[in-house]
């Protein structure tokens, strides 16, 4: 018997048993170290604001349609930050598997059954905090996004958003070599931001981030922006705070009408691009190249070399059976934490 985390109805989490699958030939299973809450999809999912919930989406269409929802409660195991350890193999499984540690995306949830070849695609690297291995996901979301930036060498890159995957995109921004400015409304978040790299953080309660980031640039605007906290309002500063006929990236998960956003000011004259940037694809320029595992994988071995630092945002760590309160924390005071994990070592 294992256990999992359920979201019994808007804003009410509890864990529960469920049945352990058995392990099939080809097939291995994992038992769970830690999981990551996504403070910015899973909270969609539990507070019911989520589109998935009041609308069906048409996957062969691409259009979410009028009718029945395509998810609705109880909802088991929502979650895509996951690592654990090979506890047993089936039938054609080399034993020799048992032991070593798995990223992947399986939810909150005690244990999991996974096919061989999916699972030898997701091994931890060798010598890896396993801890790391939750941000496997959320890695590549903000890969993703500083792929589809397209970021040159000396170019001024506005990042709006230090959480968990604003922070990741800020660092992979300066790695691609540009100069990062985070914005942010939490002081120590933007405290974050500029010990892991930024050079410069900005308060758009106190600051005029368009004029301090043309001040930066002689008057000519951010080469790119990257919108990654799902704010309405950072979306339109985003698009203030751009150059002339550049591009606005947006990764921020928006839920209800986007009304502060004026798309007949800056947007209109400065001719701005806005682009989608979702874990479901990848650049249509690059995607003979790259993809979600690509991503995922390279994310993990720029923490391995040294190069992302990811441990740094994790600001809780709490037994899995405490998630009902970790949930309601991350919905009611967002403020006091980043990087929530649950631990499963305990229950084990």
Known sequence: MGRLVRFTSP??????????????????RLETLYSGISAGTELTAYRGSNPYFNSEWDARRRLFVPGDSTHSYPLDAWGYEEVG?????????????IGRLVWGTWGHRSSVVRPMPWVMDRLMPDGLDPVAGIFAKIGAIALNAVLDADIHVGETVVVFG??????????LAR??????????????????????????????????VAERVRQLTENRGADVTIEMSGS?????????????????????????????????NEFHHNRISI????????????????????MSTTALRLVSD????????????MPAEDAPAAFKMLDASPEDALQVVLDYRAAS
Not at 165 to 170: E, F, H, L, R, T
Not at 199 to 205: K, R, V
Not at 306 to 317: M, P
């Open 175 to 208: 790695l691609n070599g540009g100069r990062v400015v985070s914005v942010d409304l939490l002081p120590g978040r933007r405290e974050l931001a500029e010990r892991l790299g930024a050079s410069l953080t900005l308060d758009p309660a106190a600051d005029d």
């Open 85 to 97: 350890t090979i506890t047993a193999v089936g039938d054609g499984v080399d034993t020799g598997l």
């Open 232 to 264: 309405y309002h950072a979306l339109h500063e985003a698009v203030r705070t751009a150059a002339y006929s550049s591009r606005v990236i947006v990764g921020g998960f928006f839920q209800g009408a986007a009304t502060p956003v004026q798309l007949g």
């Open 162 to 171: 230090a959480g968990v995957p604003g922070q990741i995109v800020a660092q």
């Open 275 to 294: 682009i989608g940037s979702q874990i479901s694809g990848v650049s249509p320029a690059l995607q003979h190249r790259w993809n979600e595992l690509r």
């Open 11 to 28: 804003g009410l989490a509890e864990v529960v048993d469920f049945e352990d699958a058995p392990v099939g030939a080809g097939e291995v």
């Open 306 to 317: 040294g190069q992302l630092d990811v441990t740094s945002l994790i600001t809780h760590t």
